[in-house]
């Protein structure tokens, strides 16, 4: 045995022996997967267990050995991508509810930007989408007390609680001069990942999340809409805006939905390994019917993957803003019953060979939100702002990237002006508009359902 992996070595038995046996269990984390160490890596190491003594015996309040190994093991995560991390406890508990579609608190998804916490989006129809919060705005109070400072588990620990309470929160908006105060009540989310509706002669079909089975419900969704008509529509949107993405198998399933062909989207990481691809299995859900899918800054992961499937192989035109730009593959590893290692493996690739990390899904027509008062002076939060993201193997063009900031004269209506034709929603407006004219020109070609 080299002098470096003895070194290692002893690191472990001083680590087992110090630690409790829950702290223990995160050891593996730290050590387990380094199979040889160099000189420079062993001194690192000797490094760490002197700070770690130094602290045990010298701080000024005597700190649980829990505590500073989960310290070490979140500093070491952190210093990675912002889709790394441990989760544990209450985290995983969550982490497994969102993947299952049921869980409490507000609905929103949150994040921690320079002490401050940041809403990446609201969860369609929960207390925080009806309350008018949007992507990119700031909590910086809770009931009153100011949390900027503290850790992200805190405020999303007094942003739970029991359903019919309520909790008082101030946000900061970019664009707006003042806070501004919102009260919401407490409930159990329970979300319904797909809902749709018959718009006319257009089917619509809103996915607001990619948990377990939302590939069946969209099938089923594209079926209630040739009942309620009773013939086929004259086309599809498919809404993933402000959808944070979710499970990479539903992902596949929706895009699989309306593809009677072609690849889906392939990953590829460091380890040949993590190398996959999947394609489409015959048959269209959609009949070959016109699509439009509306995206926008928060349609994230596998929104995208779903946005660039249908539009690289010619299915549907992507309308709204450009997304989000996660390209990132997330594999969650279980620890223990209540822990696990969520770290970022690959990268995933549209069937045209881009990847959308950091750059997202560029529309095929930017149609800006007029109807949102706020969008021209709120900023889009997107991958590319988020520290330490994982950046894009190939050099993206950022002159592309802004288009969407870019005044259009097709878009000069006012809210106001919009509000008095009866239009609440710009975005979705163009889109069933688009299909229509879509559905006179489009030759209609019916494929065998699954």
Known sequence: ?????????????????????SAAAMI???????????????????TFMEVFDRVRADYVDKVDDKVLIRGAVDGMLAALDPHSGYEAGTDYANLRAQTDGEYGGLGLTVTMEDGAVKVITPAEDTPGARAGIKSGDYITHLNGQFIVGGTLDEAVDQMRGKPGTTIMLTLVRPGRDKPFDVTLTREIIKLRP??????????????????????????AALMGVDKALGHQP?????????????????????SDAFLDKGNIVSQRGRDP???ESWDAA?????????????????????????????RDNRRAIVMGERSFGKGSVQ???????????????????????????????????????????????????????????????AKVDNSVLESDAKADPRFAATPEQLKAKGIDDFQLDYALKTVARLATTTPTRVAARK
């Open 282 to 310: 015959p048959g269209d859900f959609a009949h070959g019917l016109p699509v439009v899918v509306l995206v926008d800054a928060g349609s994230a992961s596998a929104a995208e993957i779903v946005a660039g499937a249908l």
């Open 331 to 393: 594999t969650v590893a279980p620890l223990s019953e209540n822990t696990a290692l969520r770290l970022t493996t690959a990268r995933y690739y549209t069937p045209s060979g881009k990847s959308i990390q950091e750059g997202g899904i560029e529309p095929d027509i930017i149609v800006p939100q007029l109807t949102d008062p706020d969008y021209k002076d709120r900023p889009r939060i997107r991958e590319a702002d988020l520290r330490k993201h994982l950046l894009n193997q």
């Open 194 to 219: 797909v809902k749709w509706e018959v718009k006319g002669d257009v089917g619509y079909i809103n996915i607001n999340a990619f948990s377990r089975d939302t590939g069946g419900a969209v099938r």
């Open 1 to 21: 045995m080299s002098r470096a992996a003895r070194k290692l070595q002893a690191m472990k038995n001083a680590l087992r022996l110090a630690l409790a046996t």
């Open 28 to 46: 593996p984390i730290l050590t387990g997967a380094m199979g040889s160490v160099d000189p420079s890596t062993a001194k690192e190491l000797d």
């Open 234 to 254: 004259a086309g599809y949107v498919v809404d993933l805006r402000e959808n944070p993405g979710g499970l990479l198998d539903e992902a596949v399933a929706v």
């Open 273 to 275: 390994r993590q190398n």
